[in-house]
């Protein structure tokens, strides 16, 4: 029996077809027409199509990150997997929500998209969405993303170009798997089992992100909590460094924040990091006052997590737990080690 997988369109270049009469690109509206483009998978995987919506993924928010987890939610015991294709400048921020909402997984959420239309001559698109439904149907039980070799776990990863080479990397975890003759998934991503799929929905959308530079107005931070920020993001220089010298100092609007009950998550501005604020006195400082350090999470992984944790407990000690604990892989804590591919 052939797998069964859903196609979930959220829109995207990938979805776009060339019209016969004005050569303008438009969305494709059918499953036909998205696999008249892939006819190898005809004859190996049942593939349903689902137009979620159709927007530029620069426009995606956390209502249509809801959208997409009430869709899967609603397919899951009909399916042996899922593809969802969507626009790749926010699919890293889409697909980690996701990771949080369904959780348990015992099969594959696979994201990808492209480059170039599937109607263009060369579109990477094809080869995109062909192996991304291959890996839908295989023994992974992982939130992924599939584009170009790479199979990558959703909350570790990010856009780095926009180009057809290395579009995607995953800075700080190792590749779930790569794509090759055959199809390898490496021993570290989780597999499909049975498991009980916990669905937990909804985002607090209303949070900031601050990035420090030299010179940053440290004020600005009280102005964040008065106008009702339910919590805040702040990317530090290094390992999660901080200005603290008197005049320049964001310590005291830190204080003030976390006196509020608004929690300050503090993360590094470094790619390739992680947050360590036990290191230098500008970190220690802020950890003293009861800031949350990121760990190695990405940015996107950050900002999906706290939203999600924020509908959950407006505790900043409970939420202090949930940020500092691996949920699904997003997160490398102290006392574990990631896996190690050469």
């Not at 570790?156 to 199809?183: C, Q, W």
């Not at 509908?311 to 000690?317: E, F």
């Amino acid at each position: 029996m052939k797998p069964k997988i859903a196609l979930l369109f959220c829109g995207g270049t990938i979805g776009m077809v060339s019209d016969q009469h004005t050569n303008y690109l438009k969305p494709a509206n059918d499953a036909g027409t998205i696999l008249s483009f892939v006819p190898e998978l005809k004859n190996k995987i049942q593939l349903d199509f689902y137009p979620v919506f159709n927007i530029d993924s620069s426009n995606m928010t956390p209502h249509h990150w809801n959208i997409i987890s009430t869709t899967i939610k609603e397919l899951y015991n009909d399916y042996d997997g899922f593809v969802v294709a969507q626009g790749t400048d926010t699919m890293a921020y889409t697909s980690s929500a996701i990771s949080f909402t369904l959780q348990n997984l015992s099969k594959p959420i696979v994201f990808t998209g492209s480059m170039v239309p599937l109607s263009e001559l060369g579109a990477d698109g094809r080869t995109n969405l062909i192996y991304s439904c291959m890996v839908a149907s295989m023994d992974i039980a992982e939130v992924c993303i599939v584009f170009g070799w790479k199979i990558i776990r959703a909350n570790r990863s990010k856009k780095n170009h926009e180009s057809f080479v290395d579009v995607f990397g995953s800075p700080n975890y190792p590749l779930l798997g790569e794509i090759e003759r055959p199809i390898r998934i490496f021993d570290w991503a989780k597999k499909r089992r049975k498991r009980t799929l916990k669905f937990q929905p909804e985002f607090e959308s209303n949070i900031r992100l601050v990035k420090l530079y030299p010179g940053f107005q440290p004020d600005s931070l009280e102005r964040m909590v008065e106008s009702g920020a339910k919590g805040i993001i702040i990317e530090g220089f290094g390992a999660g460094n901080i200005p603290f010298l008197e005049g320049n100092s964001i310590l005291p609007y830190i204080k003030n924040a976390i006196k509020h009950n608004v929690p300050i998550i503090l993360t590094t501005q470094l790619e390739r990091s992680k947050t360590n604020l036990k290191t230098y006195e500008a970190g220690y400082k802020a950890l003293e006052l009861g800031v949350i350090p990121a760990g190695d999470m990405t940015v996107e992984a950050i900002i999906a997590k706290l939203m999600w944790a924020l509908k959950s407990t407006n505790n900043i000690s409970q939420l202090r737990k949930i940020m500092q604990t691996n949920l699904v892989g997003e997160l490398t804590e102290d006392n574990e080690e990631n896996p190690t591919h050469f």
